[in-house]
């Protein structure tokens, strides 16, 4: 093979991995829509009244459109769902916005509830995208789409109950040498409106003084009801520690509803090791070396 042929083979082949890549590649960034979410309660037949906003990040004009699906949660997770019931019905249609490169625009919106809203809590996600709802095209093809989460409690009969279901540390140790020291915390909901369960958790020590202390979800991670999810803490600090702690934590939910639940865990830094071997070494030894030095004064002074 000459070595003009061996390199329009490597042209060839570049040229093909490119092609393949931008059919494949998502494009970044197509589209920012916020804030990230709302958080409503009504009463059955209100009407909500909210606005977000919608910006181009392309260097492009775009055409975006809007769709809603309604979303649960298993383990943690969002799982979208296209039923046209339920809160996904009671968003009034949104026309679509032609945006120029970097533009953004205001976008008002309403939500109608009916007479018979189911009270508890109701959850759906606006999806804005440059594909048009239910337009078929190639066989491959790539949607980017961003999207504002909709969480609503609908007043009437609350069943309020949830749970801490765990407490450990991660991979369920009990010895660490330093900070940070990282928990988790599984919580469930088996209620009929969404959660927020907010709180401390807190290290004591063997006579029960406080010696850290640190929030638990601060800004308000949402769990569904019937479902579950690992809040995940982290302690933190330069602080020293040494010995036994007991790990409390502290979750309120509901109407101030307590849930607390707490595990051992033992702090002993490796330098702190080394220096209480380093002193049980020198209590031994001292007494034995004194003893011989003594020993040998006492042989000297008598030759001379």
């Known amino acids: 093979m000459t070595r003009n042929k061996r390199r329009f083979i490597y042209l060839f082949l570049i040229l093909c991995a490119s ?12 589209v920012t829509v916020g804030p990230v979410k709302f958080e409503f309660s009504a009463d059955p037949g209100d009407t909500i009244r909210n606005e977000m906003f919608v910006q181009n990040e392309k260097d492009m004009t775009q055409i975006f459109h809007s769709s809603f699906q309604q979303f649960t949660e298993e383990d943690g997770n969002k799982v979208f769902n296209s039923e046209k019931g339920d809160i996904a019905s009671w968003i009034e249609p949104l026309a679509s916005v032609t945006l120029a490169p970097g533009a953004q625009k205001i976008i008002p919106f309403i939500i109608n509830l009916p007479k018979d809203a189911s009270p508890g809590g109701h959850f759906a996600v606006i999806w804005w995208s440059s594909s048009a709802p239910g337009k078929t095209g190639q066989q491959l093809s790539i949607v980017t789409r961003a999207g504002v989460l909709v969480y609503l409690r609908v007043s009437g009969e609350i069943h309020t109950k949830a749970g801490i279901v765990s407490f450990e540390t991660e ?9 940070p020291i990282h928990f988790n915390v599984l919580f469930k909901n088996e209620g009929n409106a969404y959660e927020k369960p907010q709180g401390t958790l807190i290290f004591y020590n063997i006579f029960g003084g406080e010696s850290i202390k640190v929030k638990v979800n601060e800004f308000g991670s949402q769990v569904l009801p019937r479902s579950q999810k690992i809040l995940a803490v982290e302690v933190a600090g330069d602080r020293f520690l040494l010995g036994p702690y007991r790990a409390v934590i ?17 702090l002993v830094p ?4 080394i220096w209480i071997i380093a002193i049980i070494i020198l ?15 006492i042989k000297r002074h008598t030759r001379n």
Request: one cysteine or more; hydrophobic letters at 50%; charged letters at 20%.
């Open 270 to 273: 490796l330098k702190a090791i």
């Open 250 to 266: 502290d979750l309120t939910y509901g109407d101030n509803i307590h849930l607390k639940a707490s595990k051992w865990i033992w």
């Open 171 to 179: 991979g369920n140790r009990i010895f660490f040498s330093k900070l």
């Open 19 to 30: 092609a393949i890549g931008l059919v494949l590649l998502p494009e970044a960034q197509a």
């Open 283 to 297: 209590l031994i030894c001292a007494p034995f070396c004194l003893k011989k030095y003594n020993r040998w004064i």
